[in-house]
């Protein structure tokens, strides 16, 4: 099976999911981390999840960084948790319908990063 990049990642776009949707294995896991190495694998309440923070040097930079993340997320269907505060943004990836990680989310943070770094490009 050919390995998956951080570009085909990218343009893959989420699916809809049912509460039978296939979670992620371990092995798909291992494969899809490495493409978002910034991102942690977490637990909460027994639900896995990928969570990242970021830093902006302001208030109004850290509003505008949330503000693209939730045009992605309508754009795509899927809704992230996202807590803006001065300077700094949290993001965390899950699928809510399998209390689960799916393909979806691993899409959903390499779009996320990619933000990040179109915005640093403008600078």
Do not use: Y
């Amino acid at each position: 099976m050919a390995q998956v990049t951080r570009t085909q990642l990218l343009r893959e776009k989420c699916v809809a999911c049912n509460a039978d949707s296939p979670r992620v294995t371990n092995v798909e896991i291992a494969e899809l981390h490495p493409l978002i190495t910034e991102w942690r694998l977490v637990e909460e309440g027994g639900i896995p999840k990928l969570d990242r923070g970021f830093r902006f040097p302001d208030f109004a930079e850290a509003l505008a960084f949330t503000s693209r993340v939730g045009d992605l997320a309508e754009s795509e269907g899927h809704h992230p948790r996202i807590v803006t505060e001065w300077g700094r943004v949290s993001v965390t990836w899950w699928t809510h319908k399998i209390r689960n990680l799916h393909r979806n989310d691993f899409i959903m943070a390499a779009k996320t990063d990619q933000i990040l770094q179109e915005k640093a490009g403008r600078r």
